[in-house]
């Protein structure tokens, strides 16, 4: 019986393996490092954004809310074994616990050149995304919305650092 190109490994149809959807893994310092010594950051890009502010009224019906909100974040990642790329959709997100005074949503996608023949673990892909792709995208959401804010002229809202626990320590609040 003959193999075909796909039995040999060289089919250059794209083999994808997905993740995403879940809330973060506790942080795995070992696994995050497992895939950041194969990968190269090739780009982070805007996929896509939206601000709506709910008093959109002609004039101003009332002082802009001084409330600060929460931080959402939606990791997805896809790789592709034959191209050798990774490819993260981190979605960032503002929620208020009271009335919004605005919406403000942003995704990035971060692409990155996986090296090496190893092939990469999923759990350890997923650690990576939420971890290390999250930390890389953290920037470019702060200065999305640090402009928004103000072209909106609404209250500035400093987005704090993002915490990566120690290895070893609980994850922080």
Same mark, same amino acid.
């Given at each position: 019986?003959?193999?075909?190109?796909? @039995?040999?490994?060289?089919?250059?149809?794209?083999? /994808?393996?997905?993740?995403?959807? @879940?809330?973060?893994?506790?942080?795995?310092?070992?696994?995050?490092?497992?895939?950041?010594?194969?990968?190269?950051?090739?780009?982070?890009?805007?996929?896509?954004?939206?601000?709506?502010?709910?008093? %959109?009224?002609?004039?101003?019906?009332?002082?802009?809310?001084?409330?600060?909100?929460?931080?959402?974040?939606?990791?997805?990642?896809?790789? %592709? %074994?034959?191209?050798?790329?990774?490819?993260?959709?981190?979605? /960032?997100?503002?929620? /208020?616990?009271?009335?919004?005074?605005?919406?403000?949503?942003?995704? /990035?996608?971060?692409?990155?050149?996986?090296?090496?023949?190893?092939?990469?673990?999923?759990?350890?892909? %997923?650690?990576?995304?939420?971890?290390?792709?999250?930390?890389?995208?953290?920037?470019?959401?702060?200065?999305?919305?640090?402009?928004?804010?103000?072209?909106?002229?609404?209250?500035?809202?400093?987005?704090?650092?993002?915490?990566?626990?120690?290895?070893?320590?609980?994850?922080?609040?």
């Amino acid at each position: 019986m003959r193999e075909g190109p796909e @039995a040999r490994g060289k089919s250059r149809r794209p083999r /994808f393996r997905r993740g995403g959807g @879940a809330p973060p893994p506790a942080y795995d310092a070992a696994a995050v490092g497992r895939v950041a010594r194969h990968v190269e950051i090739l780009g982070v890009e805007l996929l896509g954004a939206h601000f709506e502010r709910i008093d %959109d009224e002609p004039l101003p019906a009332q002082p802009p809310s001084t409330e600060r909100p929460q931080i959402a974040i939606g990791v997805e990642w896809k790789i %592709d %074994d034959v191209e050798r790329l990774l490819g993260c959709a981190i979605t /960032f997100g503002v929620l /208020f616990e009271e009335k919004e005074p605005y919406r403000l949503v942003a995704r /990035f996608r971060l692409l990155y050149l996986v090296g090496g023949e190893e092939r990469l673990k999923k759990a350890d892909i %997923d650690q990576f995304a939420h971890w290390n792709a999250v930390f890389n995208a953290w920037p470019y959401w702060r200065e999305y919305l640090a402009s928004t804010l103000e072209r909106a002229h609404l209250p500035p809202f400093i987005v704090p650092v993002m915490r990566v626990p120690m290895p070893g320590m609980p994850s922080p609040v």
